[in-house]
């Protein structure tokens, strides 16, 4: 009987360097002879896609943020059913730019909403589905938002102030601290070849404990 395979995501805040990283993540997957199915949120599939354009719109400022929850939650359960779950079951190793430690950061910790009713969520849609391994890149968000800021424009989350930034990182950093068994969490304000190496590290640490 095939192996299934397993769910790991990139988290961060914004410009931390989970795009430019996921090259590397997969790269050392593959070098341990997993085939790698790339996503990401929101998005992932066509019509979270199209929620994705919603969501970054920056014409949609009067988006409330419950409505913001539930559009990713929609993109998210589409995303699930329709690409991860049979991914997983066909044996592959799904990697994605973001899940649902991303609504806890930004919808919980950046916007207030009591992360009970995220994790309600999470178990009616989800079935409380969650990934075996975590690459949280943390660094200050002002160092995130200077290395964005070199974009030509800047999306409807981008243009949040800082505070909003600093209550996404600090969101982040408690959930990565609850549970240290799933997160590995690396200093993304090192210089790229030193975050490389680093992610690296932790990816094959945690590969020869699930293997051991
Ligand atoms: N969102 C949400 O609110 N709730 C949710 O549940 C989910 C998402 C799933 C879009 O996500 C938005 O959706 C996101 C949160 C919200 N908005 N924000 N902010 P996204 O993942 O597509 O957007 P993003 O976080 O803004 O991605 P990003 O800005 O593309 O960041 P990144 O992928 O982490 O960074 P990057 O593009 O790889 O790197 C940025 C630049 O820095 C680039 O020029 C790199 O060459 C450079 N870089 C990277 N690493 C380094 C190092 N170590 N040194 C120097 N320069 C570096």
């Avoid at 690409?83 to 044996?91: F, H, N």
């Avoid at 730019?97 to 950046?110: K, P």
């Avoid at 690459?135 to 949040?160: H, N």
């Amino acid at each position: 009987m095939q192996a299934k395979g397993k769910f790991i995501t990139l988290e961060g805040g914004e410009g931390v360097g989970k795009t430019t990283n996921l090259a590397v993540v997969k790269a050392c997957l593959e070098a341990a002879g997993k085939r790698v199915l790339l996503t990401r949120e929101p998005g992932g599939t066509p019509i979270g896609e199209k929620i994705r354009s919603i969501l970054l719109d920056k014409g949609n400022t009067p988006l409330l943020a419950s409505a913001e929850l539930l559009l990713i939650f929609a993109a998210r359960v589409q995303h699930v059913e329709e690409v991860i779950r049979p991914a997983i079951e066909r044996g592959e190793w799904v990697l994605s730019d973001r899940f649902t430690d991303a609504s806890y950061a930004y919808q919980g910790g950046g916007r207030g909403i009591d992360s009970a009713r995220i994790a309600y969520l999470e178990t009616w849609l989800l079935d409380n589905l969650q990934p075996d391994f975590t690459l949280l890149l943390d660094t200050s968000p002002a160092i995130g938002k200077c290395r964005a800021g070199l974009r030509a424009e800047l999306d409807r989350f981008e243009i949040e102030e800082l505070a909003f930034f600093e209550r996404v990182r600090q969101g982040y950093l408690q959930r990565a601290k609850a549970m240290p068994g799933r997160f590995g969490v690396i200093d993304a304000g090192l210089p790229l070849d030193q975050v490389k190496y680093e992610i690296s590290e932790k990816l094959t640490a945690w590969l020869n404990r699930e293997v051991a």
